[in-house]
């Protein structure tokens, strides 16, 4: 409930939109770091642990919050936060892919991990309104201390979730993620479609992170932060659902074509933004902008469900960390070198320059995913 309104916990903390960058480049360079021993781990434990392990770390990062304030503690929510988010993100696919292959029916993985995504972003959604107005009322203790119990419940229902997953303790090689590694970036079948949507993945983080600074830029009601972040995610719940029937008729390569386009009339329209303060207009492209990263999401979902067909079960833990690393490395480089670029250039310009950063990087790597993809 925090995430909609995170700018003006930091300014309650004595930092600015600039923090905001640097920090989460921080939070997804955490994120790398931590990826390996998520992804070896979550193959050598129990899902259900690793999840577990998650969310007792998001507690204590919420208890830090609430108990402690400025820099150094907001920068160390975050490092803990990226490690709680990392070790989530690798065992719940997994988990979910395992206990459908004990059924016997992983073909149901895109259909039901496109529901898992609805159902994380119809909450997230809902807790974006909730979260700002409570934020708005009550201040940032109160908003942090529902957050405290939500997750104490989290953790009692994961305590009912069935311990299905690798418990596999004799994998004693130290070369298991590089090699996996090795396997996914020789099949071209794969390597394309990680790296493209890495890109997409961090520029649809720097999108969405751009939001707060520039309605406050506009000085837009703190609200409209909570509509915004509700929009987005709501926008992403739809699109999660629609998942499986739209890539039905919109085959991954031509949905990779689409996305690089309506990537650039995104950033067009980010630059138009911080150049104005008409407070409809910039709400009205930042609600399209979020229509684009909920389109990116279908993407995403059809390609880490595709990718899990091509690596041997006992190394899904590590595929996901290899997949991930991507994304969050890049998005990584992108925040914390914002920061930098913030310090000297105004946000407009800012923009113009990240716009030609995606045309350069991404245009190569789009052509081989629309000639690779099924």
């Known amino acids: 409930m925090l995430s909609p309104i995170i700018l003006l916990f930091y300014q309650e903390n ?17 994120s790398i770091i931590s990826e390996f021993p998520a992804g070896f781990f979550c193959d050598k434990m129990s899902r259900r642990n690793v999840l577990l392990v998650s969310f007792s770390i998001y507690i204590v990062v919420i208890v830090l919050w609430l108990c402690f304030h400025g820099f150094f503690i907001i920068l160390i929510g975050e490092i803990l936060f990226a490690i709680s988010k990392v070790c989530m993100d690798n065992a719940t696919s997994c988990y979910l892919y395992d206990f ?7 073909k149901e993985m895109p259909k039901q991990y496109s529901y898992l995504n609805f159902f994380l972003a119809l909450g997230t959604a809902a807790a974006g309104i909730i979260g700002a107005k409570i934020f708005e009322e009550y201040g940032s203790a109160i908003l942090l201390t529902i957050e405290l ?20 303790k004799e994998r004693k ?17 794969i390597k394309y479609h990680i790296c493209y949507s890495g890109i997409l993945t961090a520029f649809s983080i720097l999108f969405a992170i751009s ?3 520039l309605m406050q830029h506009a000085s837009i009601p703190i609200i409209v932060f909570g509509i915004i972040a509700s929009i987005n995610h709501g926008t992403r719940a739809f699109f999660s659902i629609l998942s499986e029937y739209v890539i039905k008729y919109i085959k991954i390569n031509n949905l990779a074509l689409y996305l690089y386009i309506l990537y650039i009339i995104a950033l067009c329209m980010l630059i138009i933004c911080s150049k ?22 279908i993407f995403t979902i059809n390609h880490i469900a595709r990718i899990h067909k091509y690596i041997n ?12 690393i991507v994304s969050r490395g890049l998005a990584a480089v992108y925040l914390i070198s ?25 245009s190569y790597i789009m052509y081989k995913t629309y000639k690779t993809g099924e």
């Open 14 to 30: 004595g930092l600015n939109y600039k923090h905001l960058f640097l920090f989460q480049g921080i939070f997804y360079l955490t």
């Open 100 to 106: 459908l292959s004990k059924k016997n029916n992983t």
């Open 149 to 168: 119990i939500l997750m104490l419940i989290a953790v009692k229902l994961i305590l009912k979730l069935p311990n299905i997953g690798s418990t596999n």
């Open 173 to 189: 090689s130290k070369r298991i993620f590089l090699n996996t590694a090795k396997e996914i970036f020789n099949n071209n079948l």
């Open 211 to 213: 939001f707060q600074p």
């Open 276 to 297: 104005t303060t008409n407070q409809v207009l910039i709400i009205s492209m930042l609600i399209i902008i979020c229509l684009i990263i909920g389109l990116q999401l």
């Open 313 to 324: 079960k006992e190394n899904r833990g590590c595929l996901m960390s290899v997949n991930n």
């Open 338 to 362: 914002s920061k930098m670029l913030l310090n000297v250039i105004n946000l407009s310009l800012f923009y113009e320059i990240f716009l030609i950063i995606f045309v350069v990087s991404s």
